[in-house]
Each structure stands twice: as structure tokens, then as C-alpha cells.
């Protein structure tokens, strides 16, 4: 398939300028400047196996092996509820060190957020600022392509890809209005209530092209009418909710008890944490759109339908706990009852004391230049390789999600050495990642 290149800028427009995004920016800047390293991305640190019998490299780095934008070359900006620029928002987050962020301070101060779109009955905790102002939502949404458009023409981006990093918004299931493209525009028009603020972000990036990825486990482009909308403008799409802190450990960990047949009768989690996050999941309505996007991981790994004797009776107990003297700092306990060999009882404890934005910046990162990448491939519709990157991963109808996270890797690289018209290393997942490329 023919990739085109990397040329010029590329501007990463990130709804949402918290904890994870400023982190993400500091980040980039600081590797730039020579003073980090981009430790926990896959497109700067990860290796790639290509069966090269007779000459070149057979484990390049995967920035090395496709053409992916540089980080010198990556412009940001975004949307935001607050007015801080990235500099003060990244002080009050309190996730990097005041030092790392003084180093770079001139740079962050330059970027100051746009007025956001933002809607109070979908995120209760939180009281917007700096927000926009419509007469409908459509009107709101051509305000957001506005934005993009001029903030493409003032810093001279040749590329544009959009990463939702804002909050969790409340719980919502979908309705006819999401139904097609026809009747979410009439929704916009008439200030719908069903379409949400996060949904309008992605309505104004497809309408323009851009690629848009969901961070967080809001319904947003996995309804008919966005993904109808992605089709029509030939764009990659791709979700939903970083996949970080407990869930991440689930899918190393469940994908190892399945693979020896050990049963799984119980898996008690729960977290803390008091970041911005975890002041809006405080509210039972969006804790809910959270705990769904959780609660799904364990099935689909464990397949009781395939094993009921080993997981028919799984009893899944999932908690979140706002607990502001952790800031940003998230800490998770897991218990898990499990049995062997002649019905045996055993147990497994995790106590994980994670950082929260630290493990989501550099997913931002590779989401936004894997979204680039298959752009510029001709890619479009929902980017199902990507779904590593997720908890509650976004499959094309008809198709049951992936979440071993062993398993989505190689879904990942296969999809990337299908791109470059290497062979297949690992034929699992073939048949998906060539649907996938082919789409």
C-alpha cells in the first residue's frame, strides 16, 4: 500500500487540557530538548520483528520502520473549560516536578486553550469558565471547525489529528438520534440533549477530515452516525478510554490464567485517586459510563461462553474512590479468587501505586501519530489495530473485541507490517489486521 510521507507539520488538537495532555506536552518538549525520554511509547521506544532472511535489520524500532511524524515537528493546542495555559495547568495538576516544568516554561506558556463546548448536565462536578457560546449546538460545532481551521492556517500545519483527553461524561446509551448522519444533524440544529459535548468535537474534526481517537469511555464516535460520517470523509477513526492504570494490569494478567485454564471465581477492584478525573467519576452518573467500559475487559479475555466450568460464575466488583491527597497519583487494589487442579481455592493480590497521567501521555502520543499515519495511508472508519491503546476498544458491527493485550500487539504490528509490504511474522491475527488494511 502506498504511505504517503511525513512531510511538514502536525498539529495534535487535544479537547481537554488537564493533567494528561499538559503532561503529554511537557513530555514532548522536555525529549526534545535532549532532557527525557519518551519511555512507555510504542512509537519511540518499541521494536518491531520483520523476517528479513538475507539483509537489513529484523527488530527495528517501529519509528524507524514507518513513516511517522517527528516529535520536532508537532504543533499543539486544544479546547479547555479553564483558561490556563499549558504551564499553569500542568503547575496545578502537580504531576511532573516544579523543575521539569520551569526548564520549560516559555514553551508551555505560549499554548494557551481555546473555549471549549461544554455542556454541565453531562459533567455535574465541574463548572466551566472558558467556554463557548451558540445558539445550537450546531452553531457550536462550526465554531470548533473554525477554530481548527485557523488554528491549522496560524501554525502552519500540513496535518491535523484530534485526541480527546477531556473528562468522563455521564453515562448515555444510543438513541435515534445517533442512528445516522441525517438525524444527528437535525439533532444539532435542534439542541438535541442526547449529543453530548465530546460527540461535537468529533462530529467538527470528521466534517474537516481529521482523525479523531477517544480517550476517555464516553459514547462518542462509536455511534452510527459518526462512524457514517467517518465512511463519507474518507477518515480514520478510533476508540475508546485509555487503556492505564488496573485495567492495564487486567489484560496482562487475565490473558496469563486463561492460557493455563486456572478458574476465575472473583476479581475485586478498586481505586483511588483525586485528580480532575477523579472528582468528575465522583458523580454515580459518569462513575457509570466508567465502570461499563471496565466491566467488559474480563469477559472477553476469560470467555465463559468457551469455559463456563472455569468462568460461568465470575463475579466482577468494580470501585472508584475520590481521594484528593493522591492527586494524580492513582493507587488500585485487586483480589482475586481463583482455583486449580481438583476445584483447589488460591489467590492473587495486586496493589498497584501508579501515576495516572504518566501512563496516559505517551498513549496520546502514539494514538495521535498512529491516527496521522493512517490518514496518510488512506485508511478510514474504525482503526481496529489501535486497539491496544483501549479498555472498551471500538470493532467494526458484527465484530467481538479484542482485549488481550499480547494479542492486540500483534494485531498492532501486523497491521504496520502490512502497511510497509513486509510478511506477516506471527500469523495470528492475519485474516484481521489484512480486513483491517484493506477496509
Same mark, same amino acid.
Given at each position: +500500500?502506498?504511505?504517503?510521507?511525513?512531510?511538514?507539520? %502536525?498539529?495534535?488538537?487535544?479537547?481537554? +487540557?488537564?493533567?494528561?495532555?499538559?503532561?503529554?506536552?511537557?513530555?514532548?518538549?522536555?525529549?526534545?530538548?535532549?532532557?527525557?525520554? &519518551?519511555?512507555?511509547?510504542?512509537?519511540?521506544?518499541?521494536?518491531?520483528?520483520?523476517?528479513?532472511?538475507?539483509?537489513?535489520?529484523?527488530?527495528?524500532?517501529?519509528?524507524?520502520?514507518?513513516?511517522?511524524?517527528?516529535?520536532?515537528?508537532?504543533?499543539? $493546542? $486544544?479546547?479547555?473549560?479553564?483558561? !490556563?495555559?499549558?504551564?499553569?495547568?500542568?503547575?496545578?495538576?502537580?504531576?511532573?516536578?516544579?523543575?521539569?516544568?520551569?526548564?520549560?516554561?516559555?514553551?508551555?506558556?505560549?499554548?494557551?486553550?481555546?473555549?471549549?463546548?461544554?455542556?454541565?448536565?453531562?459533567?455535574?462536578?465541574?463548572?466551566?469558565?472558558?467556554?463557548?457560546?451558540?445558539?445550537?449546538? #450546531?452553531?457550536?460545532?462550526?465554531?470548533? +471547525?473554525? @477554530?481548527?481551521?485557523?488554528?491549522?492556517?496560524?501554525?502552519?500545519?500540513?496535518?491535523?489529528?484530534?485526541?480527546?483527553?477531556?473528562?468522563?461524561?455521564?453515562?448515555?446509551?444510543?438513541?435515534?438520534?445517533?442512528?445516522?448522519?441525517?438525524?444527528?444533524?437535525?439533532?444539532?440544529?435542534?439542541?438535541?440533549?442526547?449529543?453530548?459535548?465530546?460527540?461535537?468535537?468529533?462530529?467538527?474534526?470528521?466534517?474537516?477530515?481529521?482523525?479523531?481517537?477517544?480517550?476517555?469511555?464516553?459514547?462518542?464516535? @462509536?455511534?452510527?452516525?459518526?462512524?457514517?460520517?467517518?465512511?463519507?470523509?474518507?477518515?480514520?477513526?478510533?476508540?475508546?478510554?485509555?487503556?492505564?492504570?488496573?485495567?492495564? #494490569?487486567?489484560?496482562?494478567?487475565?490473558?496469563?490464567?486463561?492460557?493455563?485454564?486456572?478458574?476465575?471465581?472473583?476479581?475485586?477492584?478498586?481505586?483511588?485517586?483525586?485528580?480532575? @478525573?477523579?472528582?468528575?467519576?465522583?458523580?454515580?452518573?459518569?462513575?457509570?459510563?466508567?465502570?461499563?467500559?471496565?466491566?467488559?475487559?474480563?469477559?472477553?479475555?476469560?470467555?465463559?461462553?468457551?469455559?463456563?466450568?472455569?468462568?460461568?460464575? %465470575?463475579?466482577?466488583?468494580?470501585?472508584?474512590?475520590?481521594?484528593?491527597?493522591?492527586?494524580?497519583?492513582?493507587?488500585?487494589?485487586?483480589?482475586? !479468587?481463583?482455583?486449580?487442579?481438583?476445584?483447589?481455592?488460591?489467590?492473587?493480590?495486586?496493589?498497584?501505586?501508579?501515576?495516572?497521567?504518566?501512563?496516559?501521555? &505517551?498513549?496520546?502520543?502514539?494514538?495521535?501519530?498512529?491516527?496521522?499515519?493512517?490518514?496518510?495511508?488512506?485508511?478510514?472508519?474504525?482503526?481496529?489495530?489501535?486497539?491496544?491503546?483501549?479498555?472498551?476498544?471500538?470493532?467494526?458491527?458484527?465484530?467481538?473485541?479484542?482485549? !488481550?493485550?499480547?494479542?492486540?500487539?500483534?494485531?498492532?504490528?501486523?497491521?504496520?507490517?502490512?502497511?510497509?509490504?513486509?510478511?506477516?511474522?506471527?500469523?495470528?491475527?492475519?485474516?484481521?489486521?489484512?480486513?483491517?488494511?484493506?477496509?
Amino acid at each position: +500500500m502506498e504511505v504517503k510521507e511525513a512531510a511538514g507539520r %502536525l498539529g495534535v488538537l487535544l479537547p481537554g +487540557m488537564g493533567a494528561v495532555a499538559t503532561t503529554l506536552i511537557a513530555g514532548v518538549e522536555a525529549i526534545k530538548k535532549g532532557s527525557a525520554q &519518551p519511555i512507555g511509547s510504542i512509537t519511540q521506544m518499541g521494536h518491531i520483528h520483520l523476517d528479513r532472511k538475507n539483509n537489513g535489520d529484523n527488530y527495528p524500532r517501529i519509528k524507524d520502520f514507518v513513516p511517522l511524524a517527528r516529535l520536532e515537528d508537532i504543533v499543539f $493546542g $486544544g479546547w479547555d473549560v479553564y483558561e !490556563d495555559n499549558v504551564y499553569e495547568a500542568a503547575s496545578r495538576a502537580k504531576v511532573l516536578e516544579p523543575g521539569t516544568l520551569l526548564a520549560l516554561r516559555s514553551e508551555l506558556e505560549a499554548i494557551k486553550p481555546m473555549k471549549a463546548v461544554f455542556d454541565k448536565s453531562y459533567i455535574q462536578n465541574l463548572d466551566g469558565t472558558h467556554t463557548k457560546q451558540g445558539a445550537t449546538k #450546531m452553531a457550536l460545532a462550526k465554531a470548533l +471547525m473554525d @477554530d481548527i481551521i485557523s488554528f491549522r492556517d496560524t501554525r502552519g500545519c500540513d496535518r491535523l489529528v484530534m485526541v480527546w483527553c477531556g473528562s468522563t461524561e455521564k453515562y448515555t446509551e444510543v438513541a435515534d438520534v445517533h442512528e445516522s448522519l441525517a438525524a444527528f444533524e437535525k439533532g444539532l440544529k435542534e439542541n438535541d440533549p442526547r449529543i453530548a459535548p465530546s460527540m461535537i468535537y468529533a462530529y467538527a474534526a470528521l466534517k474537516l477530515g481529521v482523525p479523531f481517537l477517544n480517550g476517555a469511555p464516553n459514547l462518542t464516535v @462509536d455511534i452510527p452516525a459518526l462512524v457514517e460520517l467517518a465512511a463519507q470523509t474518507r477518515t480514520p477513526i478510533g476508540g475508546k478510554d485509555f487503556k492505564t492504570g488496573q485495567t492495564l #494490569m487486567k489484560t496482562i494478567l487475565a490473558p496469563g490464567l486463561q492460557a493455563r485454564a486456572l478458574g476465575v471465581k472473583g476479581w475485586f477492584s478498586t481505586n483511588i485517586l483525586g485528580n480532575r @478525573d477523579g472528582y468528575v467519576l465522583d458523580q454515580p452518573d459518569n462513575f457509570r459510563t466508567k465502570e461499563v467500559s471496565k466491566l467488559s475487559v474480563l469477559e472477553d479475555i476469560l470467555r465463559p461462553d468457551l469455559s463456563p466450568e472455569l468462568y460461568n460464575d %465470575l463475579y466482577h466488583k468494580i470501585r472508584i474512590e475520590y481521594y484528593p491527597p493522591h492527586r494524580d497519583n492513582k493507587e488500585s487494589w485487586d483480589n482475586i !479468587d481463583i482455583f486449580g487442579w481438583l476445584g483447589y481455592s488460591m489467590q492473587i493480590k495486586i496493589n498497584f501505586l501508579c501515576r495516572d497521567s504518566i501512563l496516559a501521555a &505517551p498513549l496520546v502520543l502514539d494514538l495521535a501519530l498512529f491516527g496521522d499515519l493512517a490518514k496518510r495511508a488512506g485508511l478510514s472508519g474504525v482503526q481496529e489495530w489501535l486497539s491496544f491503546y483501549f479498555k472498551s476498544p471500538q470493532t467494526a458491527p458484527g465484530f467481538r473485541p479484542e482485549h !488481550d493485550i499480547f494479542k492486540q500487539l500483534t494485531v498492532l504490528q501486523n497491521a504496520l507490517r502490512k502497511l510497509m509490504g513486509e510478511e506477516l511474522v506471527n500469523p495470528e491475527g492475519l485474516t484481521y489486521a489484512e480486513e483491517e488494511i484493506t477496509a
